[in-house]
Every structure is written in C-alpha cells, then in structure tokens.
Nanobody, 121 residues
Framework: QVQLVESGGGLVQAGGSLRLSCAALGRTMNTYAMAWFHQAPGKTREFVATISATGGSTYYADSVKGRFTISRDNAKNTVYLQMNNLKPEDTAVYYC??????????????WGQGTQVTVSS
C-alpha cells in the first residue's frame, strides 16, 4: 500500500507559479509511474502529467505543455509539479497518483487526497 500526501496548493494570480509536491509514505514509489490529475467542480478528473518510474519519460496534457513540469526524486520518495504561467482555467483540485504509465485514471492504483489550486484573474 502506498499513501500519497499532496501539498503546495493555494491561491495565486493569473501568470503566477506554484509548485505542488506529493510524498509517498509507507512504501517506496520507485517502481511506480507517478501522475498528476485535476478535477474542477462539475467536471470529470482529467490527466495533467505523468512521469515514468525512472523519470526518463514524461507526458503532458496539451493544455499544460510548456507551462507545467513534472519531476521526481526517488531518493526523497517525492514527485513534483511545477506550474508556471497559471491561468484561471487551471483552477481545480490536483491529485497525485501512483501506478502504471498512462493517461487514464484507471491506470493508477493509489491516490492522494488532493490539494486545491485557485487561480484568480
């Protein structure tokens, strides 16, 4: 069992930056792909970014390419999401997930509780 704990969310103005962190507790995460999803009110959970177990491959949703960067530090059992040039439409709860490399929520077996990101215009 992997417990994931997100942090780093908050309120930021459009054009600003935030860095989300996700710490894996109870078990090493270095055998799992890690991903970030987000879910806005009234919408389904959507893929944001994923990174392979070794960190050698990363994939992004088109809406965040060039603005967000996913990275991981397996020694610290932590994955990050650096979010730059934030837009109001990025407002959502952001979830960290661990599982197989993929774009769908069904690829991931373990989920964090989520952290709120709010971008004001």
């Amino acid at each position: 069992q992997v417990q994931l704990v997100e942090s780093g969310g908050g309120l930021v103005q459009a054009g600003g930056s935030l860095r989300l962190s996700c710490a894996a507790l109870g078990r090493t995460m270095n055998t799992y792909a890690m991903a970030w999803f987000h879910q806005a009110p009234g919408k389904t959970r959507e893929f944001v970014a994923t990174i392979s177990a070794t960190g050698g491959s990363t994939y992004y949703a088109d809406s965040v390419k060039g603005r967000f960067t996913i990275s991981r530090d397996n020694a610290k059992n932590t994955v990050y999401l650096q979010m730059n040039n934030l837009k109001p439409e990025d407002t959502a709860v952001y979830y960290c997930a661990a599982g197989k490399l993929g774009w769908g929520p069904y690829e991931y077996d373990f989920w964090g509780q989520g952290t709120q990101v709010t971008v004001s215009s």
